[in-house]
């Protein structure tokens, strides 16, 4: 007889979902699911509003990443507006978005993936949390906390708040860099850095004690996409989107955001409000392609900073030019950290950073426009259609942990295969489970902004569809 | 003493209430001496326990999953508090109140997609006709307004709870 597990609750992810694990007649894993189980409605809810409030709206599908949707969206209305915006206002929207990959990848890596790696995947679930890392690890604690304060203050330094800030406009942003801000941010800089140093090389040395981990976590061939610029240097805020396959070979490419289309199909599923995107050229689902952290630097030749590039370097010596297991997200995620504070420090460093021309004015100019930026866990597209006053008409968002739906699903299915036996949850196979999940960093407010809500929750069934174990985690 | 025993909870908002719960920063470490956190979004628990004593709720209610789940919170919870704009009025959420759920989810998996032109019922929560506050479906003891409210009003909150007073919020939120 076969069987279902359920996982009800995904915990420790930013967002809300739920896995089934199904057994076949000998008990063994047969099929997984992995279901988003909320719906916003964005996409429907924004026509008629005028395009201008776009960025306000849609910063709140996620507060965890707000900025990334501030920055698709004004690219989008800069587009309908058919702006080339000023140096500085670029130069400033790239810093912001610097500082917060410092803050989110430094919240994904310490809040909620090191209780795994520093207290153990099989340690106390009631203490497999910050909280057990603040008693047992106060120190990596302690720098998550600061390294995360350092962005989000930076952040707040810029725009005014932490968390949903005005002040990236449509045409560039509303205020230029004062110095003090310039030298302040430049001054925390070297505690972040070090932070991150510090972080990196305590992962290195932990690497080998997770040959499991690393081996069943999503370690498939698919193909990565993310951004980069004509000599491949990683770009988080404007580049070329690259395809590359398996192997490494560039299979696609474009630069004018309104080719995504040519690239990107999306499918609706039956059994997640989270669509799933694919390559278009190999069709659903053969056209599986990984973005983030992970995604991002296969996709990339370089990342263009000395000291990432040196840890880029080790990265492909110690795991291959194409990376192609997802445990090593939490890698990739700690190199791309270094990068931004890398990055960060170049541009305040630039004299026209200082610049007070930073914002372009005009109407519209157009009546479509595509955002195209690389968020912390992957590329985020906004594509907006308006009419000649400017009420918007039409709406499409794809959202970073949407490229990875397909990706996320099978990784599942691989996890639950090694870590699954026989009728009951173990509650370390249960947070493997939820771990591989996690090594995504899925964004569930943001996938959810049209399409579903992830605590997760994880069901064992049957063959006859009977529910045999179901936990709740988060 | 016993240590007071703390949950969060996100139902349909956009996880910045949590975030900026977050950005409490150090007082966080003051925070779990005095509290256990018992649930939410950064702790494994599986299931919502019984007798908690200050419950956090981000998010309108907007699903039927958000519904049981609050119900069940408020009959677990002795005091629970509507964390920001969207458990207090519904905020952003409730954008989608005049258009229909059908027609909603049309728009996203039917015109929306480029295969499989239906949109999903297995697995996944039915969405409530409207998305609502909180307090429209269980009692609420305190509203903390705001989106998010910022870090200062829920560092406030949450001391002055441990501390076994209410906290007075006149001057230190406001909407938005
Ligand atoms: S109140 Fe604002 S910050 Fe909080 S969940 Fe709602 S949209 Fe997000």
């Known amino acids: 007889m076969s069987r279902t597990i359920t996982i009800n609750h995904v915990t420790r992810i930013e967002g809300h979902a739920k896995i089934d694990i199904h057994l076949n007649d000998q008990g063994k894993v047969a099929s997984t699911q992995f279901h988003v189980t909320q719906y916003r409605g964005f996409e429907k809810f924004v026509e008629g509003r005028p395009y201008y409030e776009m960025p306000a709206i849609t910063a709140r599908i996620c507060g965890i990443c707000p900025v990334s949707h501030l920055l698709a969206s004004v690219k989008a209305c800069d587009a309908i507006m058919a702006v080339t915006i000023p140096e500085a206002g670029r130069l400033l929207r790239e810093l912001l978005h610097c500082a917060q990959f410092v803050q989110s990848h430094g919240l994904s890596f310490f809040h909620l993936s090191a209780p795994d790696l520093l207290l153990g995947f099989d340690s106390d679930p009631k203490l497999r949390n910050v909280v057990g890392l603040i008693e047992k690890y106060p120190e990596a604690a302690r720098d998550g906390i600061a390294l995360r304060k350092f962005g989000q203050q930076a952040i707040e330094r810029l725009a005014g708040e932490r968390i949903h800030p005005s002040w990236t406009v449509p045409g560039g942003v509303n205020q230029p860099l004062s110095t003090e801000t310039r030298d302040w941010i430049l001054s925390g800089l070297p505690l972040a850095r070090s932070i991150i140093r510090r972080t990196l090389k305590t992962f290195k040395a932990m690497l080998d004690g997770f040959p499991e981990e690393a081996d069943s976590f999503g370690n498939m061939p698919t193909m990565h996409a993310g951004l980069s610029d004509y000599e491949g240097r990683l770009q988080i805020y404007d580049g070329i989107m690259r395809f590359r396959d398996a192997d490494g070979k560039v299979v696609a490419s474009f630069a004018k955001p309104t080719e995504y289309s040519k690239y990107i199909g999306e499918a609706s599923l039956p059994d997640s409000y989270l669509k799933a995107p694919y390559f278009k050229p190999l069709g659903y689902p053969e056209g599986t392609y990984r973005v983030g952290p992970l995604g991002r630097l296969n996709a990339a030749e370089s990342c263009g900073t000395p000291e990432a590039d040196q840890e880029l370097a080790e990265y492909r010596q110690r795991l291959g030019r194409i990376v192609h297991s997802s445990f090593f997200y939490h890698y990739a995620r700690l190199i791309e950290a270094l990068y931004a504070s890398e990055r960060m420090e170049e541009l305040l460093n630039m004299p026209e950073i200082l610049d007070t021309h930073v914002r372009a004015e005009a109407a519209v100019n157009c009546h479509e426009g595509v955002g195209i930026i690389e968020a912390p866990r992957g590329t985020l597209i906004h594509h907006y259609k308006v009419d000649e006053k400017g009420a918007m008409t039409w709406a499409n968002l794809i959202v970073a942990t949407g490229h990875n739906n397909l990706a996320i699903n099978r990784s599942i299915q691989q996890v639950a295969e090694r870590f699954v036996d026989g009728n009951q949850l173990k509650e370390g196979a249960v947070n493997r489970v939820s771990a591989v999940v996690r090594a995504y960093d899925p964004c569930l407010s943001c996938s959810t902004h049209a399409f579903g809500q992830l605590p997760m929750q994880l069901r064992l069934l049957s063959a006859s569809g009977e529910t045999l174990d179901s936990v709740t985690a988060g | ?176």
């Open chain 2, 1 to 176: 003493m016993s240590k007071a025993k703390v949950a969060t909870v996100w139902l349909d908002g956009c996880s910045g209430c949590h975030m900026s719960l977050l950005d409490i920063d150090e007082v966080l470490i003051d925070v779990v001496q005095k509290a256990d956190i018992v649930y939410g979004p950064l702790v494994d628990a599986q299931e919502f326990p019984e007798m908690v004593d200050v419950t956090l709720v981000e998010g309108a209610v907007s699903s039927q999953d958000d519904l049981r789940l609050i119900q069940k919170i408020r009959s677990r919870s002795k005091l629970l508090v509507s964390l920001g704009d969207c458990a207090v009025t519904s905020n952003v959420p409730s954008m989608r109140n005049n258009i229909p759920t059908k027609v909603l989810l049309e728009r996203a998996y039917v015109q929306g997609a480029d295969v499989n032109h239906r949109p999903p019922t297995d697995g996944v929560p039915t969405l409530l006709r409207h998305a609502v506050p909180v307090h429209e479906v269980v009692k609420v003891d305190i509203h903390v307004p705001g989106c998010p409210p910022k870090a200062d009003a829920i560092a406030f909150v949450v001391t002055e709870l441990l501390s076994g007073r209410k906290p007075e919020l006149a001057g230190k939120v406001k909407f938005g």
